[in-house]
């Protein structure tokens, strides 16, 4: 089955500086990978995602990259904001017959004001 | 709904004593997904059913965890002779379309052993 491995588990920056979360994935028939956001006691959600057609995507100070050869992908933040702090999980998904979702174990990122 | 919904979102209960939890997906989705969040760390994966197919119990930590799914829709996760360690945040999700699209999670219910 498919494994996910995030780095680093915590982050901590300036606010200002850009952060970025790295993940990688072990079958190569995955081709769907989007980024969860956790706030303390709340639940996960979605902030980007990014299919296999696609290098990078952007979304006004996020951005998500995508290496397909090398089965990686990555999580940018620019310019970040103490409300970026939270536990941020990437995952990967076949989405084909059996698209099951597969998790990393998840980064703490704190910023700094 | 207009989200996935979880009940209890708190149960505290004895331990040895079963317990069941409760999730009712969007309407429509027919991927469902159990996690389990000990606090401060990371997704432990439980169970994912999808559609009809038989389901991915290949998480359930001991023969205690069950689940089902009944009709497609709503899901109960029963832990039988609960232990201390099964204390933590059991989450469901749900997404439309096997795993390509975002999977919407519900708000968890915290399980308490004592």
């Known amino acids: 089955g498919e494994n996910v491995e995030q780095h680093p588990s915590t982050l901590s920056v300036q606010e200002g500086d850009s952060a970025v979360i790295k993940c990688t994935y072990s079958?190569?028939?995955?081709?769907?990978f989007p980024w969860y956001k956790q706030e303390l006691g709340k639940r996960p959600q979605l902030i980007i995602d990014?299919?296999?057609?696609?290098g990078e995507k952007k979304d006004q100070r996020i951005a998500v990259t995508l290496n397909k050869t090398a089965k990686h992908f990555s999580l940018h933040i620019t310019e970040t904001q103490p409300e970026d702090s939270a536990v941020y999980f990437c995952?990967?998904?076949?989405?084909?017959?059996?698209?099951?979702?597969?998790f990393g174990q998840g980064t703490i990122l704190t910023v700094h004001p | 709904g207009a989200g996935v919904s979880q009940s209890p979102s708190n149960k505290v209960t004895e331990k040895g004593k079963d317990v069941e939890l409760r999730c009712d997906p969007i309407?429509?989705?027919?991927?469902l997904y159990w996690y389990r969040q000990s606090l401060g760390q990371g997704l432990e994966f439980l169970i994912y059913?999808?559609?009809?197919?038989?389901?991915?119990k290949s998480g359930l930590p001991s023969d205690r965890f069950s689940a089902e799914r009944t009709g497609g829709s709503v899901s109960t996760l029963t832990i039988q002779r609960t232990q201390q360690e099964d204390s933590a945040v059991y989450l469901c999700?749900?997404?439309?379309?096997?795993?390509?699209?975002?999977?919407?999670f519900g708000q968890g219910t915290r399980l308490t052993v004592v």
């Open positions: 999700a749900s997404s439309s379309r096997q795993g390509i699209t975002e999977a919407f």
């Open positions: 309407s429509g989705h027919t991927a």
């Open positions: 990014i299919r296999s057609n696609v």
């Open positions: 995952a990967a998904s076949r989405g084909t017959s059996y698209g099951k979702l597969t």
């Open positions: 059913f999808q559609g009809n197919s038989a389901p991915d």
């Open positions: 079958d190569s028939a995955s081709n769907y």
